[in-house]
Nanobody
Framework: QVRVAESGGRMVQTGDSLTLSCSASDPALGRAALAWFRQAPGKSREFVAGVSQSGRRLKYNDSVKGRFSIDRPGRANTMSLRMTSLRSEDTATYYC?????????????????????WGQGTQVTVSS
């Protein structure tokens, strides 16, 4: 079974920066699409940012564009999410997800339902 692990979450202040990391256990997963989702208490899980299997396409939620950036070196099984100018509304549990069949090598799906493997999540709390 594939193991997905996130790390880097902690409490920060408004305006701070933070980098989250995700790693997966199986080297073959370098062919999967990867993404970050987040879920705040009482809310549904939402797409934050993702990178396609090909690595050519990056997609971001409008609420994080210009503040967050995703990095996936080559076809590695690791990925990071650099978050800057953090706001209180960014407070959530952040999850890393893998999608082995996104449709095309350049697809990144924003619906969490089709994603295949998930980590346990890492908590990010932004206090004002």
């Amino acid at each position: 079974q594939v193991r997905v692990a996130e790390s880097g979450g902690r409490m920060v202040q408004t305006g701070d920066s933070l980098t989250l990391s995700c790693s997966a256990s199986d080297p073959a997963l370098g062919r999967a699409a990867l993404a970050w989702f987040r879920q705040a208490p009482g809310k549904s899980r939402e797409f934050v940012a993702g990178v396609s299997q090909s690595g050519r396409r990056l997609k971001y939620n409008d609420s994080v564009k210009g503040r967050f950036s995703i990095d996936r070196p080559g076809r590695a099984n690791t990925m990071s999410l650099r978050m800057t100018s953090l706001r209180s509304e960014d407070t959530a549990t952040y999850y890393c997800a893998l999608d082995y069949n996104p449709g095309t090598v350049d697809s990144v799906l924003v619906d969490p339902a089709p994603w295949d493997d998930w980590g346990q999540g890492t908590q990010v709390t932004v206090s004002s």
